[in-house]
T-cell receptor, first 109, second 113 residues
């Protein structure tokens, strides 16, 4: 079992739709959590950190459920420019970041 | 402009020919790291460095070496490249790995024949 698991997708949604991704992690000692965005074979860029209380940044909302060991990302009012791969990232401590394989999102007109 | 640079961006080489991929950051970050990205496997950490002269193995260190003689530079060395090291490589830096953002370089696409 992978330490961080994501549905690879692709998720095909029309513009304006709401879409949600989940990510599960296996190491209960994981300390911090992030969502990164990666456009085709380019460098990953931080989308948002994920806090225990949940956090929102414009159309994006991230949630953490420590009891069930998953994090989620909700995108409202999808734009064409949201098409990308979304990487779930977990800091398991000891300076080790673990990346999920990513969930691909395709937003169509 | 705050950035992480990598060179070369693309490299095709032959088995056994030593190569170095350079990484440099201008943000005075303490933490630097190297990853490789392969289809279906995601990004996997090769080596990381918490500061000058402090380096440690990540999850897939075999076949790689690193050094951190200056804070801004963190080169990745392949002493004897093999075809299974064909991959997309990313260097990253951050203030720390706690909650600090990782800044990635543009990537180096390496092919070993």
């Amino acid at each position: 079992r992978k330490e961080v698991e994501q549905d690879p997708g692709p998720f095909n949604v029309p513009e304006g739709a709401t879409v949600a991704f989940n990510c599960t992690y296996s190491n209960s000692a994981s300390q911090s959590f992030f969502w990164y965005r990666q456009d085709c074979r380019k460098e990953p860029k931080l989308l948002m950190s994920v806090y225990s209380s949940g956090n929102e940044d414009g159309r994006f909302t991230a949630q953490l459920n420590r009891a069930s060991q998953y994090i989620s990302l909700l995108i409202r009012d999808s734009k064409l420019s949201d098409s990308a791969t979304y990487l779930c990232v977990v800091n398991r401590g000891f300076q080790k970041l673990v990346f999920g394989t990513g969930t691909r999102l395709l937003v169509s007109p | 402009e705050a950035q992480v640079t990598q060179n070369p961006r693309y490299l095709i080489t032959v088995t056994g020919k030593k190569l170095t991929v350079t990484c440099s950051q201008n943000m005075n970050h303490e933490y630097m790291s190297w990853y490789r990205q392969d289809p279906g496997l995601g990004l996997r950490q090769i080596y990381y460095s918490m500061n000058v002269e402090v380096t440690d193995k990540g999850d897939v260190p075999e076949g790689y070496k690193v050094s951190r003689k200056e804070k801004r530079n963190f080169p990745l060395i392949l002493e004897s490249p093999s075809p299974n090291q064909t991959s997309l490589y990313f260097c990253a830096s951050s203030l720390s790995t706690g909650t600090y953002e990782q800044y990635f370089g543009p990537g180096t696409r390496l092919t070993v024949t």
